[in-house]
């Protein structure tokens, strides 16, 4: 019979859109005891789930919740996916990565104060900042990203190698007024994080500054036929494909198609005529990492309200020759 699981040590790993959370947890991933077997708990705003597929590609043992913020399915889905983790995996870590739109107290407090108490150690929330966005008032006004960062117990400036003189001075104030005082501030490029910061003690004393500032307006879709989501919240839509198993794509293709596309973020996992590609780019960088074979073609792309055009047809001028038989 299997002992009761307690205390299995936890983590949110958080941070607005674009910032590195994905490429973060691949590094710890990489960083893991070899003896030691843990487990992701994924949300993403959109429909399609990206992270999941990343992840999984990479070997880790994931769950998703799609289509929302944690913060709004903190209830049944939100226990259910940490259940069914807990009960498959008796996982040694349970890393959590909440969508970059979502207010992670409400995450906190189930975790902390909900049916999970017993079973979970809730130890040091990390957020990654982008510091040049620190220059931008649509982010320093969003009450999401401000209580990402005020309720984080480590605070990492991720990018610094993009980073001026000016955003490195903003983000070291943004640190230095945390009240209380951070666990731990640093600076990376890749989302490259020492494993030793998962085990730096959560402070319970932080508070939310707008805890009550996240409220859903969700207008989704699926067109079951043609695998397209769409997805809306908090100023931002998604727009979500899901490719059929055999789609193969040209590579130099997608890429000027994506330099082109005026919007917030593009995360992507293709097959192409160069092979398994994870797409990322955030701010009209594009970057290319080679991945694992995944199930299908998918794609996810977030925009500001208004901004995004169905592009369906633009991907589907992208494709080529169906994949080859293994």
Same mark, same amino acid.
């Given at each position: %019979?299997?002992?009761?699981?307690?205390?299995?040590?936890?983590?949110?790993?958080?941070?607005?859109?674009?910032?590195?959370?994905?490429?973060?947890?691949?590094?710890?991933?990489?960083?893991?005891?070899?003896?030691?077997?843990?487990?992701?708990?994924?949300? !993403?705003?959109?429909?399609?789930?990206?992270?999941?597929?990343?992840?999984?590609?990479?070997?880790?043992?994931?769950?998703?919740?799609?289509?929302?913020?944690?913060?709004?399915?903190? +209830?049944?889905?939100?226990?259910?996916?940490?259940?069914?983790?807990?009960?498959?995996?008796?996982? /040694?870590?349970?890393?959590?990565?909440?969508?970059?739109?979502?207010?992670?107290?409400?995450?906190?407090? %189930?975790?902390?104060?909900?049916?999970?108490?017993?079973?979970?150690?809730?130890? @040091?929330?990390?957020?990654?900042?982008?510091?040049?966005?620190?220059? /931008?008032?649509?982010?320093?006004?969003?009450?999401?990203?401000?209580?990402?960062?005020?309720?984080?117990?480590?605070?990492?400036?991720?990018? %610094?190698?993009? +980073?001026?003189?000016?955003?490195?001075?903003?983000?070291?104030?943004?640190?230095?007024?945390?009240?209380?005082?951070?666990?731990?501030?640093? $600076?990376?490029? $890749?989302?490259?994080?020492?494993?030793?910061?998962?085990?730096? &003690?959560?402070?319970? $004393?932080?508070?939310?500054?707008?805890?009550?500032?996240?409220?859903?307006?969700? %207008?989704?879709?699926?067109?079951?036929?043609? $695998?397209?989501?769409?997805? !809306?919240?908090?100023?931002?839509? @998604?727009?979500?494909?899901?490719?059929?198993?055999? &789609?193969?794509? /040209?590579?130099?293709?997608?890429?000027?198609?994506? @330099?082109?596309?005026?919007?917030?973020?593009?995360?992507?996992?293709?097959?192409?005529?160069?092979?398994?590609?994870?797409?990322? &780019?955030?701010?009209?960088?594009?970057?290319?990492? &080679?991945?694992?074979?995944? @199930?299908?073609?998918?794609? !996810?792309?977030?925009?500001?309200?208004? !901004?995004?055009?169905?592009?369906?047809? +633009?991907?589907?001028?992208?494709?080529?020759? /169906?994949?080859?038989?293994?």
């Amino acid at each position: %019979m299997n002992e009761k699981l307690t205390n299995i040590p936890t983590n949110l790993v958080m941070g607005f859109l674009g910032v590195g959370k994905t490429t973060a947890i691949l590094d710890l991933l990489k960083q893991k005891p070899k003896n030691e077997n843990w487990a992701v708990l994924v949300n !993403e705003f959109g429909k399609v789930g990206i992270d999941g597929a990343i992840f999984t590609a990479a070997g880790a043992t994931v769950k998703e919740i799609s289509g929302g913020c944690l913060c709004c399915a903190v +209830a049944l889905p939100f226990q259910v996916s940490i259940n069914r983790l807990l009960k498959e995996v008796r996982p /040694d870590r349970l890393i959590i990565e909440p969508t970059g739109l979502g207010h992670p107290k409400k995450v906190l407090d %189930m975790l902390v104060n909900g049916s999970f108490k017993e079973v979970l150690e809730v130890r @040091s929330s990390i957020c990654l900042v982008d510091p040049e966005k620190l220059k /931008d008032p649509r982010y320093t006004s969003h009450e999401n990203f401000i209580d990402q960062i005020a309720l984080a117990d480590v605070l990492v400036a991720n990018k %610094m190698d993009l +980073a001026g003189t000016e955003a490195s001075s903003l983000f070291h104030h943004w640190a230095e007024k945390s009240n209380p005082l951070k666990g731990l501030v640093a $600076q990376t490029t $890749q989302g490259q994080l020492d494993i030793a910061w998962l085990d730096i &003690s959560r402070n319970p $004393q932080r508070q939310a500054l707008h805890p009550n500032a996240h409220k859903l307006i969700k %207008m989704s879709s699926v067109d079951s036929v043609r $695998q397209q989501f769409k997805n !809306e919240a908090d100023g931002y839509q @998604s727009f979500g494909y899901i490719f059929p198993e055999q &789609s193969c794509f /040209d590579y130099g293709q997608l890429n000027n198609l994506f @330099s082109r596309l005026k919007v917030e973020r593009i995360k992507g996992i293709f097959y192409t005529n160069k092979g398994w590609f994870i797409i990322n &780019s955030v701010d009209g960088i594009i970057d290319n990492v &080679s991945s694992p074979a995944s @199930s299908n073609s998918r794609i !996810e792309i977030i925009a500001k309200k208004g !901004e995004l055009q169905d592009i369906s047809r +633009a991907l589907s001028q992208c494709k080529v020759d /169906d994949k080859l038989s293994e």
